[in-house]
């Protein structure tokens, strides 16, 4: 049981280049998040889902996309980096709205 | 909406003292609360969390959190710390569906 697995671990993109942040759990958890923390404001919420095809905004969700074909992957796209996207990202999954969220162990994203 | 304030950005503690991390909430229910751990380069850990029942809340690693509804805080505590508690430490409260909202967080330095 790997829990939730995020890759890469590091990433330096260029600005306007685009990547997939990959989030995979193998809890069968329906509810998976993602979220960016930055020094001083906690971590913020980009995109969630509540199961396989359904997904929804959260707090910060511009520049970013995020589809849900499965339960077990949560995939967070950034189609143009921006400097402003450089970040910690975290992907989180929780087996439903009553129980704890479980984080992975974080990517670590500069845009230059 | 849901918000979660952090009063103090850094806490420095003796090895051996007691800590207290504060945590102010606003929502117009009673929330989810949670309190998470984050080690230098590390993923979030849960520490503790209230859902109903009895105020006072044992964590892990010795941690312990009190509600108190009518300060809306879910202040964390620990009697003695230990230098491994250097850490970050994030508040956190889900209200409406699975939406954590975050405090900014606070770093606690342990000093030998």
């Known amino acids: 049981n790997a829990g939730v697995t995020q890759t890469p671990k590091f990433q330096v993109l260029k600005t306007g280049q685009s990547m997939t942040l990959q989030c995979a759990q193998d809890m069968n958890h329906e509810y998976m998040s993602w979220y960016r923390q930055d020094p001083g404001m906690g971590l913020r919420l980009i995109h969630y889902s509540v199961g396989a095809g359904i997904t929804d905004q959260g707090e910060v969700p511009n520049g970013y996309n995020v589809s849900r074909s499965t339960t077990e992957d949560f995939p967070l796209r950034l189609l143009s980096a921006a400097p402003s996207q450089t970040s910690v990202y975290f992907c989180a999954s929780s087996l439903d709205r009553g129980h704890e969220q479980f984080f992975g162990p974080g990517t670590r994203l500069t845009v230059l | 909406a849901q918000s979660v304030t952090q009063p103090d950005i850094h806490i420095t503690v003796s090895e051996g003292a007691s800590l207290e991390l504060r945590c102010n909430y606003s929502?117009?229910?009673?929330?989810?609360l949670f309190w998470y751990v984050q080690s230098p380069g590390q993923g979030l850990q849960l520490l503790l969390k209230y859902f109903s029942g009895d105020t006072l809340v044992q964590g892990i690693k010795g941690f312990e959190a009190e509600f108190k509804r009518s300060q809306s805080s879910f202040n964390l505590r620990k009697p003695s710390v230990h230098w491994s508690d250097a850490a970050e430490y994030f508040c956190?409260?889900?209200?409406?569906?699975?939406?954590?909202?975050f405090g900014g967080g606070t770093r606690v330095l342990v000093k030998p």
């Open positions: 956190a409260v889900k209200a409406a569906g699975n939406k954590l909202t």
């Open positions: 929502y117009g229910a009673t929330p989810y």
